[in-house]
């Protein structure tokens, strides 16, 4: 069995095409830049902890192998903005926890009015709406309105900018998403609302349960009692983050907000009392924020400095909630109000550093480098997708030895091209086959000749 790479035109990606011989051959397929739909990733059923339960994924756009993989590359394709230098993972990059260690990202044309969001544990939270200020109301929404903005990538239709509508032409004219969307979606239309399903069911994909917490709350089922794997300071830490106020009580009352174990915002949150804004001048409309998990690296490295301003440390964060400007800022949380002034924890130094310490321990390490969520473009930005695997082409003759029988496995509803030849350079179409539910194709050839070659090819539109 062999395999050869089918030519395409200058900048566009390449499919690879499986050939198969009567007698013998070679495999080689290199592996930078390499997407295989034959083997894909597990998206859909990664094992999430019993005490994990809040999910704001909605209804008809459950995640699915097929469509995370379709999301992963949209993700960090740089041909989604006008310019073809920026994507998603540009701001959002996975070695930070994907955030952005500038305040602000670096969009088409200018830098982002608020600091990149972390993605980390989006999924697992009752909060629906997305952004700091809630302006999307889904994260389905969310996914395509950068890609819309005259700064970030540019196809905002307005100012000379092209329109959404550009770049879904833009994209159907390029074969792997022809091939992943006629995978994800039965044809290969592209449409905005499957570009934000696909994405979305990337980005909730994108999940960090290996902390010190987590191991510390599987031993013992409950997010208050002390944890065995912690320290002292850490288990202090957490009595702080977790206790609710009363007498006698010291307490930061962290978690009424930020609710364990997700440690996801509380939907109808309001503003924090962080009212500046990047470049000067106030932003009062920020009440959202990320979980808390990964705020940090397990060493202590921030993913990016804090608030929708990206100019806060750790501790300038703790800081803050000790001290509620007074007069307290517009909007601001009532639970930041108790009894209707600004509160005053009057934390200490050492109480102050147990909290820091604590949320150290919601920081995870896999998710840095899983392969799942990182860039599947090689370094010069090609793709080579693979729709049938290496070496498992197989052809049967029958005894009459006039016939034979071929079967292959490709991806499941794609209807691929049988070809021949006899030189290897002059190929015919002999059959149309197309791959059933589980990927499997079939087809019987007539054997006419000493050497005779076939392939299953995936045709797409030059």
């Known amino acids: 069995m062999m395999a050869q790479m089918k030519s395409v035109k200058p900048k566009l ?38 005490y994990i339960n809040r999910d704001n994924t909605p209804n008809g756009n459950d995640i699915t192998d097929l469509g995370a993989t379709l999301g992963r590359v949209l993700f960090y394709d740089k041909r989604l903005s006008f310019n073809d230098t920026i994507s998603c993972a540009s701001c959002h990059q996975q070695a930070h926890a994907f955030s952005d260690l500038d305040r602000a990202s670096t969009g088409v044309a200018g830098t982002t009015g608020r600091h990149s969001m972390r993605l980390i544990n989006a999924r697992f939270a009752d909060e629906q709406r997305f952004f700091w200020d809630e302006r999307a109301t889904s994260l389905e929404d ?13 196809f905002s239709g307005t100012g000379g900018d092209p329109s959404f509508a550009d770049l879904i032409t833009k994209l159907s004219a390029i074969e792997e998403y022809q091939v992943l969307f006629a995978m994800v979606f039965g044809d290969a239309a592209i449409t905005e609302t499957r570009v934000q399903q696909s994405l979305a069911q990337f980005v909730r994909s994108i999940q960090s349960f290996d902390s010190k917490w987590d191991l510390g709350r ?5 997010d208050v009692a002390p944890f065995p794997n912690f320290t002292a300071q850490e288990n202090a830490g957490k009595d702080l ?3 609710r106020p009363g007498p006698g009580v010291r307490s930061a009352n962290c978690v009424v907000c930020h609710r364990a174990p997700e440690f996801d915002i509380t939907p109808n949150s309001l503003s924090n009392g962080v009212v500046g804004a990047i470049g000067g001048g106030t932003d009062t409309t920020n009440t959202r924020s990320p979980s808390l998990r990964d705020i940090m690296k397990t060493d202590g490295t921030l993913n990016g400095e804090l608030m929708h301003t990206g100019d ?21 949380d009532n639970r930041l109000r108790p009894r209707g002034q600004p509160q005053r924890l009057n934390l200490t130094e050492t109480e102050k550093l147990n909290l820091e310490a604590f949320l150290r321990t919601l920081s995870g390490t896999s998710v840095y480098t899983d392969p799942r969520w990182s860039d599947p ?11 049938m695997p290496d070496g498992q082409l197989a052809i ?7 016939q034979a029988d071929i079967t292959a496995r490709g991806v499941p509803g794609i209807t691929y091209q049988l070809q021949q030849s006899a030189d290897l350079e002059t190929w015919t179409d002999t059959a149309d086959v197309t791959a059933n539910g589980s990927g499997a194709l079939s087809t019987r050839i007539t054997v006419d000749q000493e050497r ?11």
């Open 13 to 50: 990606r390449s499919v690879l095409l499986s050939l198969v011989v009567l007698w013998s051959g070679v495999s080689v397929l290199a592996q930078d830049g390499v997407l295989d739909l034959s083997d894909l990733a597990n998206y859909a059923n990664q094992t999430v902890p019993a």
């Open 142 to 154: 969310q996914t395509t309105q950068p890609i819309q903005d005259h700064i970030e990538m540019g």
């Open 218 to 222: 599987a031993q013992v089922n409950d």
């Open 241 to 243: 983050f977790m206790r």
């Open 312 to 332: 806060f440390t750790l501790r300038e964060v703790i800081d803050h909630y000790n001290t509620i400007p007074n007069p307290p800022p517009p909007n601001l």
């Open 377 to 387: 473009f090689d370094a010069q930005g090609n793709l080579s997708v693979i729709t």
């Open 396 to 402: 049967t003759l029958l005894p009459d030895q006039t």
């Open 452 to 462: 005779q070659f076939f392939r299953f090819v995936f045709q797409t539109s030059e």
